[in-house]
Each structure stands twice: as structure tokens, then as C-alpha cells.
């Protein structure tokens, strides 16, 4: 028999029905309240988000309407809407919350990211996968069971649970119910659905099977294309798409509804919503009021518009009425899968039991094969990665230290060479050179006494010139205070680069918001800048040092977290080149007598990229703490990586907290694992300084506003987050709002609300 194994093996995967549990309908309940919303088509062929309230029937309005919606989820008091752009590969999640569903609250945005392929909601929280690893991410942040993992289809999400299946189709569940994770059926399977505490699938051959808590009744026997799951009951849609249900206290579909075709089915603890096939109304059933009228709205969306790759069966026949010429497709729900062809070759000849071990081994050889060489080439990786991250940038005071990364390409230039550059292109004209012995006299040579800090390269000097001006001497040094205290050849050549980028960077800028350089001293070994004197201190003092402090206001944090950002954006926007900084936070924001900042600090900043290069492949360097993730891991430097290090600053002023500070355990934590979860949950309140006086309501809404500019700075991916100058607009508008009532809403870095 001419066949190659490996081939069948592949064309076995690849025939499996993929289905996802995106959907145009859902249910929420809070109190004695249903609220069932769908999307309908609308005029411009885009779909709108209508929702009406039982028992009342009354149409209620969730706005303002996001764009481009694509399917819905909903839970017990709340409502989440996505929006998703398949040409850009981006999705934003929409969310309403209400105690009562007559008065919903604005709506928030709660997540804006990659393309998000599945999502599925339960009483108290809803999850998504990103399409471009599978991975899982839930709402509110860190409140899933089993959170974290990964599906290819078919996300099912229950209260202590979550499923899915796997790429072969098999069926995965974790969390701590154990009635449903420890009790999954093997093999392979069309689609999974979860309730309350129990999830249920479509094998591949259409049968049902259930799991985890008991329920009455049997599955019914017969081949079915989906299923849903509420508290106590299941409903199934059969290949000829008539609906049947089974439950406690004899639950059964309404026997007006028996003979109705439907495209899809939802579920939400006693209540299911389905779409009729005919003319595409949506019909619900379950209680009293929607078992006598289960009609709820005309020309409902009945299928979420996906690529044309994510459909494991045919497309919808009527799918160009709602996708349009977006290039998008419905998705049909599979049916049983039919057994796989034999190739040509094969003559049509029957399986045999030879045949069939001879395909397991050679398969099961293949596959242990692709193991070895993953774990061989992850091995070589690691090893790679990690002489990487030895040498990557310089580290927080007392967390450990490093070198800063070489020049970008070419050697590394002499010092003299490229400070005679500097002055002959005229940058450093106006900079007043500074011999040695004068500095030495203006700090009482460098007396400990005047140290006032270290910077990237050398401990920080008050010093006092013999015209009576006051300034500030970084004195570039080999000892164990300098971020560059390496021995040899290395260190120096740091130091000396660290210098040259301070002096030539300084030499060109002229901001109120960023510290100005005064002169410098290249002499005997010496190298030295001058600044001008911010008297102040800086910023990591005020937070963490000092007793008492000018930041004892919301709007006086607020006003200094505008002028550092305004400082970072004239970097990012208006220098030319443009630079990144590198390197932003507290101790590196210095505080005037006014409390007016000033950015400082730039041995580790470099000109951003030009033309039409997005980013700088270099190692990472910055400090632990507030360095980019992104920039940490993958060693591409973009200005959004100076956006991350500043969303840290900011949740260090609404917090109090380190970067990186110690629990109530003594064990390391993360500002951002710590305070971002509080700010999505809304519950920002519990993570403020206390140091600070509670916020007047003018203030709360303003500091709410600023700790979701936080967030949205802190995102992992880069791309996700805002410009510097989207985030100067949001801090000058709450800083407006502590000193006037107005209303603003969630972050409007993005463009996309």
C-alpha cells in the first residue's frame, strides 16, 4: 500500500470540525430581572446591539453603542459586547454592569488586544482566546478557574470551571470543580457547552454526552449539530435542526416550538434563546412569560461573520446578507463527521487491523519525532535566551546590576572623537566646559555630604559654582556606586557611551519639562555634566523617603504625572530624531520648589528609529521594575516602551507603592500585578496611598480616570497601548476634573472608542 503516514496523520487533524462558541445573542439576569439582548442588522449593514427586559418587555438602551460589533456574552448583572477588526487583527471588549437592569451603567472598555476567536460568559464572569496562541483570558482579571491555559475551539466556561477542545478535537477542562474536570470523556468531539456545574458535547458521531453534576433524565438518543447547558436543564439542537430539551421537574421545550428549525441555541441558568431558521427571529423559552409569547426580536443576526478559514463544515447559505463584502463568512455548525477518504492510491481497498496499527505507529513515531526536536531546539533557546538576559541593562538599587547594551552596529567611537564631533556641529556651542578643579572646589571635592543621588553613569553632586550659581554635578566613576562599575575594558567603554549619550542627547533639548544641561568637563581621565539645580528632590523621595512632601493632593500628584508626561512626549514627538528614553521613573523625575517635574537621566536613551522602522532590535536595559515586558522579551525597543515604564510612575502615584515592593508576607510583588486587577474591578478605592486624603467627588472620578490611563499604559503588548501624546490629553483632562465637575470616561488613548 503506497500511503505516507505522516500525510494521513495531518489530513486526519485536519478534517476535524473546528466550532467556537462566539455568539450574535445572549442572556443576563440580575434579581428578579432577565435581560435578553442580540445583535440586529441595520441599515448601514453593520449589526446593532438591541436588548429587552422581562417580565416587563420593555426595550432598554446600552450606550453609547460600540462599533463593529460581532458577537455578544452575558452574565448575572452584566453585559459584554466584541468588536472585532479581522484586517488588523485587533478586538475590543465592551462591557455594561447593573444592578438593575432599567438604569445600566456606562459602559466600559475592558480589553483591546489580538483578534479574540471565542467568547464564553458564566454567572459571574466571562473569558475569550486570542486567536494567535489559544491562550485564555478572563474578566475580572485573575477571577477564573484554570486561567491561563490554552484551547483551539469551542471555549465553555462554567461557574468553577472551564473547557474547550483541544487542536485533535479532544475535549480539556480545568478549575476546582472536580465533578467536570476530573470526569472528562475521552475522544474526540464537535463542540462542548457548560453551565452552571456541568458541561456537555457533541462527539463526533453527533451522539451527546454530559458530565459533572447530576441531572435528570437521559441525553436523548439521535445525531445533534450544538448544544446549550443552564442550571439544571440542556437543550440540543438535532441534525434535522429541531430543537429538544430535558431537566429537572420534567423540563421540556414548549410544545409551539417543536417544529421549529433553529440555526443556533443559547442558555443561561433556567431560560434558552434560539434562532428560528425561517425568518431569523430570535425565540426564548424556560419560564412562564416566555413560554406563552417566545417571541423577542425580528431579522437577529444568526451567526457571528468569521474568515472563511475558521469554519470546519460549510458556510452559511445566506451568510452574504449580514457579512457583506468584508471577506468574512457564518459559520454552519457541524453535523456527525464522515469517516476520512482513502487516498488514490490506496485502490479503495477497506482498513484492516494491519493497516490501522501500521498507521498508529507510524503517526505515533512522527509525533514523538516532532517532540525530540522541539525540546531539542526550546533547550537551545533557553540557553541563548539566558546569556541574553545575564548581560541585559542595569537593575534597580540594590536588585542586582548589569551592563548596558553595545552600539547598535559598528565599533564603539573614542571618547575625544566624538565630543570633537559634537562641538563642531555646533550642538554642544552652548554648552560652557568646566575644568576639573573648578568642580572639584564647587563640591568640596565631591564631598559625601553633597551627594544627592546616582545616575546612569555616576553619583549626583550639589554643588555651588564661585558666581554663586547653584547646580548639580553627575561625576562619571568606576566605584560600586556607579550603575557602570565594571571592571576592565568593558565598563569604561560604558561609562563612556553612557557620557557621550547624556551630553549629546542634553545638547539638543530644550523642554521646561526636562532637566537642562549646563556644561560639562572632559579632563584627566575625569568626565563630568552639569546640570541645572532642581531643588526638590525627586520624585522616588517624595513617594517613598520623605516624611512629609508637596504630593500630599490628588491634583498636585496629577500635576506632576502632566509635566513628566509632557517632558517624555516632547522626546517621543518633537525631538529630531526622536528619542527613547529608556530608562523613566520616580528617581529620574526631579521636583523644582513649584513641584513642577522635570525629566533627567538620559545614559541609556537612544534616537528612535527612522523612516519606516517601528523599532530598534537591541538587549534590553532599563531597570526591573518599569522596564517593558515586550522590549524585556522579545528585544525590540519602540517609544511604547517608554509608555509602559511611565504607566508604572503612574501607579506608583496612585498606590504609594514601589515598582517592585514586598506583601504583607515579605514575599515580592509587582505594582502591576498588584493594583491593575483593583482598577478593572473598579475597585481602585482599596489600592489608594493613604497617605493621601480620601479624593473629594470632584477628585474620585479624576483619579478613577487616571488609574485606567494606567492600565491601558501597562498592557502587555505594545501595540495595545497609548501614545504619550494621548496619554498628556487624558492627564491634562483629570487634572481639569479635580478642579471642575465633568464627566470622562474610561481612557481615550484609543482611537478605536
Sequence with gaps: MAMNVPLLCLLLISLLPFSHSLSPFAISETN?????????????????????????????????APPSLSAIAAGDGFLC????????????????????????????????????????????????????DSAVECWPIGSAAGDGGAFASSLAVGEDFMCGLSASG????????????????????N?????????????????????????????????????????DRVCAIRTDERVVCWGEEGFSLPPSLRNVSFVSIQGKRKRFCGVDNSNYSLLCWGDEVLD??????????????????ECGCDCWPNYGEYCGDRGLVMCQPCGPLLPPLLPPSSGGKKWNSKMVAFMVVGCFGTLSSLV????????????????????????????????????????????EKKLSHL??????????????????????????????????????????????????????????????????????????????NELEFLSRLNHKNLVRLLGYCE?????????????????????????????????????????????IEYLHEYAVPRIIHRDIKPSNILLDAMGNAKVSDFGLSLWGPEGDESHLSLRAAGTMGYMDPEYYRLQLLTTKSDVYSFGVVLLELISGCKAIHKNELGEPRNVVDYVVPYIIQDDIHRVLDRRVAPPTPFEIEAVMYVGYLAADCVMPEGSDRPTMSEVVNSLERALEACLAPQVLSRSTSVSSE
Design 423 to 500: 562641538i563642531s556641529m555646533g550642538n554642544g556651542g552652548h554648552l560652557e566646559e568646566f575644568s576639573f578643579q573648578v568642580l572639584l572646589m564647587a563640591t568640596d571635592n565631591f564631598s559625601e555630604e553633597l551627594r544627592i543621588g546616582s545616575g546612569s553613569f555616576g553619583s549626583v553632586y550639589r554643588a555651588t559654582l564661585e558666581d554663586g550659581r547653584q547646580v548639580a554635578v553627575k561625576r562619571a566613576e568606576s566605584s560600586t556606586s556607579s550603575s557602570y562599575a565594571i571592571a576592565g575594558k568593558r565598563g569604561q567603554e560604558d561609562r563612556d557611551i553612557a557620557f557621550v
Design 170 to 189: 479532544e475535549v480539556a477542562c480545568s478549575g476546582s470543580d472536580r465533578n467536570v474536570a476530573d470526569d472528562v470523556p475521552v475522544g474526540r468531539f
Design 292 to 309: 406563552s409569547d417566545s417571541f423577542v426580536f425580528d431579522g437577529v443576526v444568526p451567526l457571528p461573520c468569521r474568515p472563511r478559514e
Design 372 to 415: 525530540v526536536l522541539c525540546v531539542f531546539l526550546f533547550s537551545r533557546y533557553i540557553k541563548i535566551r539566558g546569556s541574553r538576559i545575564h548581560d541585559s541593562g542595569r537593575l534597580e538599587e540594590g536588585e542586582g546590576e548589569g551592563t548596558a547594551d553595545p552600539p547598535l552596529s559598528g565599533p564603539r567611537p573614542a571618547l
Design 81 to 132: 459586547a466584541l468588536s472585532s477588526s479581522h484586517s488588523t487583527n485587533r478586538s475590543l471588549i465592551f462591557c455594561w454592569r447593573f444592578s438593575d437592569a432599567t438604569n445600566p451603567g456606562n459602559r466600559k472598555r475592558v480589553y483591546n488586544g489580538s483578534v479574540l476567536t471565542d467568547l464564553s460568559s458564566a454567572n459571574s464572569r466571562f473569558c475569550g482566546v486570542r486567536g494567535r
Design 32 to 64: 428578579d430581572q432577565t435581560l435578553i439582548c442580540a445583535l440586529v442588522k441595520s441599515q448601514d449593514s453593520s449589526f446593532a446591539l438591541s436588548c429587552t427586559l422581562f417580565p416587563q418587555r420593555a426595550q432598554i438602551n446600552l450606550t453609547p
Design 523 to 567: 579632563e584627566s581621565n575625569e568626565l563630568a555634566l552639569v546640570y541645572e539645580y532642581v531643588d526638590n528632590g525627586t520624585l522616588a523621595d517624595h513617594l517613598h523617603r520623605l516624611e512629609s512632601s508637596l504630593l500630599v493632593s490628588w491634583p498636585r500628584r496629577i500635576k506632576v504625572a502632566l509635566d513628566a508626561a509632557r517632558g
Design 191 to 231: 463542540v462542548v457547552a457548560a453551565g452552571f456545574h456541568r458541561a456537555c458535547g457533541v462527539r463526533e458521531n453527533g451522539s451527546l454526552e454530559c458530565w459533572g453534576g447530576n441531572l435528570a433524565g437521559e441525553a436523548p438518543e439521535g445525531e445533534f449539530k450544538s448544544v446549550a447547558v443552564g442550571e
